[in-house]
């Protein structure tokens, strides 16, 4: 039997979760993959879970260490730093974006070693520039530059390797 189109158009209604399902199904993503907060109350928001029920439920998996707040971000800063080569400034971003608090994420940024931020953007860099299109050399600073401020690295730091690269390839 087909399917008329009508049909494919409307979106499948879900039957909300209760409490007790949303606990259940986000103890088993929590022990696939970290969570954050954030993570679970938008997971929850979406399954159609009352506010006061996710709170709840928040609350139980944080007191059943389900779900870690600092121990997230230091995984997800760790990730990011070394196999992504984001800057700080990214991870801070998208740590905010994922519910995490301001004072876990400044411990959290305070342990990353500036000297392994420092070859990472000039890996990155160098890495970038034989694939950049520039007819001067003050196009190509500025396209990578724009590239080094778009991983979240600071500007000083960036600037600084951007002059060390092209002076490098000058040579």
Do not use: H
Not at 116 to 139: G, M
Not at 150 to 156: C, N
């Amino acid at each position: 039997m087909r399917k008329s189109v009508e049909q494919f158009d409307k979106p499948k209604e879900r039957k909300p979760k209760s409490a007790d399902e949303a606990l259940q199904s986000l103890m088993r993503l929590c022990s696939r993959a970290e969570k954050s907060s954030g993570d679970a109350l938008r997971l929850m928001r979406t399954w159609g879970v009352s506010e006061t029920e996710r709170m709840g439920v928040l609350r139980k998996l944080m007191e059943m260490r389900f779900i870690d707040d600092e121990r997230y971000a230091e995984a997800y800063c760790r990730e990011k730093v070394s196999v992504s080569g984001w800057g700080v400034r990214k991870i801070v971003q998208q740590l905010r974006l994922k519910g995490v608090s301001n004072d876990i994420i400044a411990r959290v940024t305070a342990t990353i070693d500036s000297e392994s931020v420092s070859q990472n953007i000039e890996s990155k860099l160098r890495r970038k520039l034989p694939s950049v299109k520039a007819k001067s050399e003050y196009e190509l600073r500025g396209k990578l530059l724009r590239y080094g401020l778009g991983l979240g690295y600071d500007y000083d730091v960036v600037t600084q390797t951007v002059e060390k690269v092209c002076a490098d390839t000058e040579e």
